[in-house]
Nanobody, 125 residues
Framework: QVQLVESGGGLVQAGGSLRLSCAAS????????MGWFRQAPGKEREFLAA????????YYADSVEGRFTISRDTAKNAADLQMNSLKPEDTAVYYC??????????????????WGQGTQVTVSS
C-alpha cells in the first residue's frame, strides 16, 4: 500500500510563502499524476495543481495560477507545492494525492487512488 506523507504546513502572515512537500513511501511507485488539493472548514475539497510524472506537465486551478507552483523530484519520488503571496482565504488543510494509472481527469477527487493525511496551512491577516 502506497502512503503519501506531507510536510511543510504551518502559520504564515498574508503575503508570505510556504513550501509543501509530499513523498511516496514506496520508492518503486511511479504515479501517473500527483496533485494537491485543499479543504477549508465547511467547504468541499478543491483541486489546486497537478503534475504529470512522465512529462512534468503542470495544471492549475484558476484560483492559484501564478501564485502556486507544483514541481516533482523523481529521484525522491516527491512532489512539492510552492505557495507565494498567500492570502487568509488560502487557510485550509492541504492534501496531496496520486494517480496510480492513466486517468482522463487531473482535477477530480475520484481520479486519485492515494491520499496523504493532510497538513494545515494557516494564513493570518
Amino acid at each position: 500500500q502506497v502512503q503519501l506523507v506531507e510536510s511543510g504546513g504551518g502559520l504564515v502572515q498574508a503575503g508570505g510563502s510556504l513550501r509543501l512537500s509530499c513523498a511516496a513511501s514506496e520508492r518503486t511507485f511511479r504515479p501517473y499524476v500527483m496533485g494537491w488539493f485543499r479543504q477549508a472548514p465547511g467547504k468541499e475539497r478543491e483541486f489546486l495543481a497537478a503534475i504529470r510524472w512522465s512529462s512534468g506537465s503542470t495544471y492549475y486551478a484558476d484560483s492559484v495560477e501564478g501564485r502556486f507552483t507544483i514541481s516533482r523530484d523523481t529521484a525522491k519520488n516527491a512532489a512539492d507545492l510552492q505557495m507565494n503571496s498567500l492570502k487568509p482565504e488560502d487557510t485550509a488543510v492541504y492534501y496531496c494525492a496520486a494517480q496510480a494509472g492513466f486517468s482522463i481527469s487531473y482535477s477530480s477527487l475520484g481520479a486519485y487512488d492515494y491520499w496523504g493525511q493532510g497538513t494545515q496551512v494557516t494564513v493570518s491577516s
